[in-house]
């Protein structure tokens, strides 16, 4: 074998490695482990890619998505009815605490104030799991779905939103000067247009 012009004679390697004791160390695999604690606040796939829905505030989904900026990435989050297709309610911030969720939450149950039995969607996030954010939704007399572990499709809507917001907002080569002008933006695709004129 051959690398940048030298050849390399692997036998030569080893022996000399173990002749000086030497071993190769490779990086190992690591699957990932929850506690039962983390396990405990999983919740069950409700919505179980049932998408269909006949009347709104019945279920409603949710996914954070990142905006580049010069300054840095901004995180948006946002809750979609699955009947309406609008933006309910949502945050955007610098950071990926628990708050960014709570506040897109808040911000929804004040605008629509759902009746009782309201499907909450959402992948299994860490901000998901807070128990802060979930005492708030079951307090309104909603209930927590979550998307299997690693499966997209669970939250299929969510996702097609977060792409339609980053292929018609965000320009790739051309990120956002400033967190304010990326702020600003994003208001103006969920209010001025998203939510009254984009066709669902």
């Known amino acids: 074998m051959r690398s940048r012009g030298i050849y390399i ?7 000399i490695m173990a002749e000086n004791g030497l071993k190769a160390k490779y990086p190992c695999k690591r699957h990932g482990r929850y506690s039962k604690a983390y396990m405990a606040s999983f919740h069950p796939n409700y919505l179980s890619c049932k998408f269909d829905v006949k009347k709104k505030n019945k279920v409603w989904v949710g996914d954070i998505t990142y905006i580049p900026t010069k300054e840095g990435y901004e995180y948006l989050m946002a809750y ?4 309406s297709r609008k933006v309910v309610g949502w945050s955007i911030n610098r950071h990926l605490r628990e708050q960014l969720a709570i506040d897109a939450i808040s911000d929804a ?5 759902p009746g009782v039995g309201l499907m909450v969607h959402t992948d299994r996030g860490a901000q998901f799991m807070s128990e802060r954010h979930n005492a708030m ?3 309104k007399g909603a209930f927590i779905s979550m998307s299997r ?3 997209p499709y669970d939250n299929a809507v969510m996702e097609a939103f977060n792409k339609s917001l980053k292929s018609e907002l965000i320009d790739k080569k051309y990120p956002f000067e400033t967190r304010d ?3 600003r933006k994003v208001f103006e695709y969920i209010e001025m247009f998203y939510n009254p004129i984009r066709l669902h």
């Open 149 to 151: 572990g690693g499966n």
């Open 109 to 113: 149950f004040n605008r629509e104030n």
């Open 137 to 139: 939704i079951k307090r």
């Open 80 to 83: 979609l009815d699955l009947f």
């Open 181 to 183: 002008l990326a702020r």
């Open 9 to 15: 004679n692997h036998k030569r390697i080893e022996r």
